[in-house]
């Protein structure tokens, strides 16, 4: 009795780890996805961090945010990226062998063919400091203040999707950048939050950033660029063709046309253009 009793305890437990070994086998391997994403996007991306590894808990999100033109390098440069979300398409189009040579001048190619989507717009916007100490009210306000030397802007520098944004808006004025700088008018930041930091802390009298960061900053915005002025703000979005995990990047680049995720994104400001 004590035999059978044994021998009946080893099949349930051989069968138990029989069990065991299938779900292993079938269970989920965790993976990273890294993205790479405009620093505009630090907040609204971090919430939905949240939602989509709720959903996906094998799943972890590695976001690298900073400037786009900082992160096309690191992308050419040989970093690891699954996806990319660029402030503006140059960028985008400089990784895109399908677009035009003039713009991807080196002949790169690392986005994944049939996966790119133009995701969100955000608008150019004019931030003033609490209390808006030196009264600027509109764009027209700040040219004739920079032409006085009595305004200190700050702005993005060239490499930067926003600083180029600017330097559009000075083309629209007819502003000499390069004078203006002399002159000691303008401040620069290497990426949108360091212009939106020296806003915030009063460090300039006003800041050309972009309507999301501006809110999530909690600044005044006092006006906000025309596309005759500096052109649409667009954000393409992209899986990389060197992406290790291309289905799930997939996915990932999917729910940010959610419903869900166009909630979040709207909340600050962006407008999503995946649906027009």
Same mark, same amino acid.
């Given at each position: 009795?004590?035999?059978?009793?044994?021998?009946?305890?080893?099949?349930?437990?051989?069968?138990?780890? @029989? +069990?065991?070994?299938?779900?292993?086998? $079938?269970?989920?391997?965790?993976? /990273?996805?890294? *993205?790479?994403? %405009?620093?505009?996007?630090?907040?609204?991306?971090?919430?939905?961090?949240?939602?989509?590894?709720?959903?996906?808990?094998?799943?972890?999100?590695?976001?690298?945010?900073?400037?786009?033109?900082?992160?096309?390098?690191?992308?050419?440069?040989?970093?690891?990226?699954?996806?990319?979300?660029?402030?503006?398409?140059?960028?985008?189009?400089?990784?895109?062998?399908?677009?035009?040579?003039?713009?991807?001048?080196? @002949? +790169?190619?690392?986005?994944?063919?049939? $996966?790119?989507?133009?995701?969100? /717009?955000?608008? *150019?916007?004019? %931030?003033?400091?609490?209390?808006?100490?030196?009264?600027?009210?509109?764009?027209?306000?700040?040219?004739?203040?920079?032409?006085?030397?009595?305004?200190?802007?700050?702005?993005?520098?060239?490499?930067?999707?926003?600083?180029?944004?600017?330097?559009?808006?000075?083309?629209?004025?007819?502003?000499?950048?390069?004078?203006?700088?002399?002159?000691?008018?303008?401040?620069?930041?290497?990426?949108?939050?360091?212009?939106?930091?020296?806003?915030?802390?009063?460090?300039?009298?006003?800041?050309?950033?972009?309507?999301?960061?501006?809110?999530?900053?909690?600044?005044?915005?006092?006006?906000?660029?025309?596309?005759?002025?500096?052109?649409?703000?667009?954000?393409?979005?992209?899986?990389?063709?060197?992406?290790?995990?291309?289905?799930?990047?997939?996915?990932?680049?999917?729910?940010?046309?959610?419903?869900?995720?166009?909630?979040?994104?709207?909340?600050?400001?962006?407008?999503?253009?995946?649906?027009?």
């Amino acid at each position: 009795m004590k035999k059978m009793a044994k021998r009946i305890l080893c099949l349930a437990c051989a069968a138990l780890l @029989g +069990l065991c070994g299938a779900y292993a086998e $079938t269970a989920p391997q965790p993976v /990273e996805l890294i *993205v790479f994403a %405009a620093a505009s996007m630090t907040e609204t991306l971090t919430e939905l961090k949240a939602v989509y590894e709720a959903e996906h808990p094998e799943v972890t999100i590695v976001y690298n945010f900073d400037s786009s033109g900082t992160l096309k390098t690191q992308i050419e440069s040989g970093a690891e990226c699954d996806v990319f979300i660029s402030a503006a398409p140059k960028q985008m189009n400089q990784l895109d062998i399908s677009a035009n040579p003039e713009v991807n001048t080196a @002949g +790169l190619d690392f986005v994944l063919q049939g $996966t790119r989507i133009d995701l969100l /717009e955000n608008k *150019v916007a004019l %931030a003033v400091p609490e209390g808006n100490p030196k009264g600027i009210e509109s764009y027209d306000a700040l040219v004739e203040g920079l032409k006085k030397g009595d305004v200190l802007l700050a702005m993005g520098n060239s490499d930067v999707p926003v600083g180029q944004y600017t330097q559009k808006i000075f083309a629209f004025y007819e502003l000499n950048e390069e004078e203006l700088a002399q002159s000691g008018v303008i401040t620069y930041g290497s990426n949108v939050k360091e212009v939106t930091t020296q806003v915030s802390e009063a460090a300039v009298d006003c800041g050309i950033i972009y309507a999301t960061d501006a809110f999530s900053a909690g600044l005044q915005v006092v006006d906000t660029a025309t596309k005759e002025m500096c052109g649409q703000v667009i954000y393409p979005a992209a899986v990389l063709n060197i992406t290790k995990h291309e289905e799930i990047a997939k996915d990932f680049l999917s729910f940010l046309t959610t419903e869900a995720a166009d909630a979040v994104f709207e909340a600050v400001g962006f407008s999503p253009l995946h649906a027009e």
